[in-house]
């Protein structure tokens, strides 16, 4: 299978995207804390760092070996679309964190769910964005 520069960085930035997120909320979330504390701090900005660090490396390979072809409308097209269905991802995971904050006592369930609703959106966004790509827009 051939792929192009963009379907290669998408490739690349979903599996990073799961693998330091899903690691991360693996290890993080069978916990009983109510609150977001200090020690809940470290693995964060940790899986932030792994995750820029996969990406840039990633992509500094990816260019090397595969020259970036330019960007036409029916890319903008699909960006566009993939922006569009992680949006509505976003939004529904925005309203049940809301929710959540309601619900429970404490904001780590708050912060979490609001996290993994981002995570979610940027993985539809990505999945979409790949879908459209193969099928040709």
Same mark, same amino acid.
């Given at each position: #299978?051939?792929?192009?520069?963009?379907?290669?960085?998408?490739?690349? #930035?979903?599996?990073?995207?799961?693998?330091?997120?899903?690691?991360?909320?693996?290890? @993080?979330?069978?916990?009983?804390?109510?609150?977001?504390?200090?020690?809940?701090?470290?693995?964060?900005?940790?899986? @932030?760092?792994?995750?820029?660090? #996969?990406?840039?490396?990633?992509?500094?390979?990816?260019?090397? @070996?595969?020259?970036?072809?330019?960007?036409?409308?029916?890319?903008?097209?699909?960006?566009?679309?993939?922006?569009r269905n992680a949006a509505y991802v976003l939004a529904t995971g925005v309203?049940?964190?809301?929710?959540?904050?309601?619900?429970?006592?404490?904001?780590?369930?708050?912060?979490?769910?609001?996290?993994?609703?981002?995570?979610?959106?940027? @993985?539809?966004?990505?999945?979409?964005?790949?879908?459209?790509?193969?099928?040709?827009?």
């Amino acid at each position: #299978m051939d792929l192009s520069f963009r379907e290669r960085s998408l490739w690349l #930035m979903l599996l990073s995207l799961l693998a330091v997120f899903g690691y991360y909320f693996a290890t @993080v979330l069978p916990s009983s804390a109510v609150n977001i504390g200090p020690e809940h701090a470290a693995p964060f900005v940790l899986a @932030v760092v792994v995750l820029v660090i #996969m990406q840039v490396v990633g992509h500094a390979v990816i260019a090397w @070996v595969d020259r970036r072809t330019g960007e036409d409308e029916r890319d903008r097209l699909i960006e566009l679309t993939g922006t569009r269905n992680a949006a509505y991802v976003l939004a529904t995971g925005v309203f049940g964190a809301l929710c959540a904050a309601i619900l429970t006592t404490g904001n780590f369930v708050f912060a979490h769910v609001l996290l993994a609703a981002w995570v979610l959106a940027q @993985v539809v966004e990505i999945v979409s964005q790949l879908l459209l790509q193969r099928r040709g827009g």
